[in-house]
């Protein structure tokens, strides 16, 4: 399966005023209005004369791609909640709404902060978000019909391991329930359309990788990953806030390592009798090079003509549509639907929402 890179539709965006006015635009879409204007704001940041405003001018290659307008945005978010930044209080309560005023909020900080903003705009935000692991769960329990109950799933860039603990999650799918009824992690977004067939899906191990994995248990690293949570999306905070609690009482099982040889060694690995083996990731497929993208392929590709009944494989993908933005769940298992990818559910970018579109 080889991979262009993605370089078509709003992902292609070079131009860093209008990729800023498009994630601005798509914040407000997906109800997150405060943030939106914050991140409208790094226009103004750009005509200052800071390091910060300097790389933004500057920036070069696809600026989407490359989540630029988020990466700064959560640098400010940081600011706020390390309680450096109180001004903020009333932009993201939603007090302040006049453009110009947030502006002047913002590049205020921008000044005062430059040193300690900058470094953010080094890397791309880790939005390591739960309420996406409906969509995963629900083409697990899709897949539970064809491929059988018990599952060892493995997640490449899986940031602090959010979605490496869904083992321990409560989900309500439309009135479909699997999980703990305990969890403090209550997964429930709107459901669309279709349900998913209800049935049994049993996790017998889960791991995952990441190049920069972020440890939960330490406060600092979580509170860096809090940054990056949309302010004005407060049960999205309600659920980092949960996984935290979770991770600190066990930790998820991640390995520091590159994607594309996590799934080399993942291939080799002898499978269990009876046991599903799944790769799976969620908005992480953009930022992996091209190469590693078509290795990773190759490598999932050969191992699924291998796959038997009784050891079956299955890829599970929740990524970025680059023509229209949707995030889109989709399946391939083998032995079974080798050729073709099979698109199950489409998505809030945080899942607030789920609209099934399977079969």
């Excluded at 292609?12 to 635009?25: C, F, L, M, R």
């Excluded at 400010?76 to 007090?95: K, M, R, S």
């Excluded at 669309?192 to 920069?212: Q, Y």
């Excluded at 993942?266 to 590693?292: C, D, F, I, K, N």
């Amino acid at each position: 399966m080889a991979d262009d890179g993605g370089k078509t539709g709003v992902m292609a965006i070079p131009e860093v005023d209008v990729a800023i006015e498009w994630q601005a635009a798509h914040a407000e879409k997906a109800g997150a209005p405060c943030t939106g204007r914050i991140v409208r704001s790094e226009r103004a940041m750009m005509q200052t004369a800071t390091e910060v405003g300097r790389r933004i001018r500057e920036w070069e290659g696809l600026t989407l791609e490359a989540a630029m307008p988020l990466r700064i945005a959560g640098g400010i978010h940081h600011l706020f909640l390390t309680g450096d930044a109180p001004e903020l209080a009333a932009v993201y309560a939603g007090e302040v709404t006049d453009q110009d005023a947030v502006d002047r909020i913002v590049v205020g900080l921008v000044e005062r902060f430059d040193a300690r903003l900058s470094p953010w705009l080094d890397g791309p935000p880790q939005t390591n978000e739960a309420g996406r692991s409906a969509s995963i769960m629900a083409g697990l329990l899709w897949l539970s019909r064809r491929l059988g109950p018990r599952f060892e799933l493995n997640e490449i860039g899986a940031s602090a391991g959010v979605n490496t603990m869904m083992e321990r999650y409560f989900y309500d799918l439309g009135g479909v329930e699997v999980g703990p009824a305990d969890s403090p992690m209550r997964i429930a977004p709107k459901w669309r359309g279709g349900l998913p067939l209800a049935g049994k899906v049993e996790i017998v191990s889960i791991r995952g990788s990441d190049i920069a994995p972020v440890d939960l248990a330490d406060p600092a690293q979580a509170l860096r990953l809090k940054a990056y949570v949309w302010a004005d999306a407060k049960e999205r905070m309600q659920r980092i806030d949960a996984a935290i609690r979770l991770a600190s009482e066990k930790r998820p099982d991640l390995v520091e390592q590159d994607a594309g040889a996590f799934v080399a060694e993942l291939v080799e690995r002898p499978q269990a009798a009876g046991v599903t083996r799944v790769l799976y990731h969620s908005v992480m497929w953009q930022y992996l090079p091209v190469a590693t993208r078509d290795a990773i392929a190759k490598l999932m590709e050969a191992a699924g003509q291998a796959a038997t009944p009784d050891r079956p494989l299955a890829w599970i993908r929740l990524e970025t549509n680059r023509e229209t933005f949707a995030h889109e769940l989709t399946v391939k298992y083998w032995p079974g639907s080798s050729r073709e990818w099979t698109q199950l559910t489409q998505a809030h970018p945080h899942g607030a929402w789920v609209e099934w579109v399977g079969q």
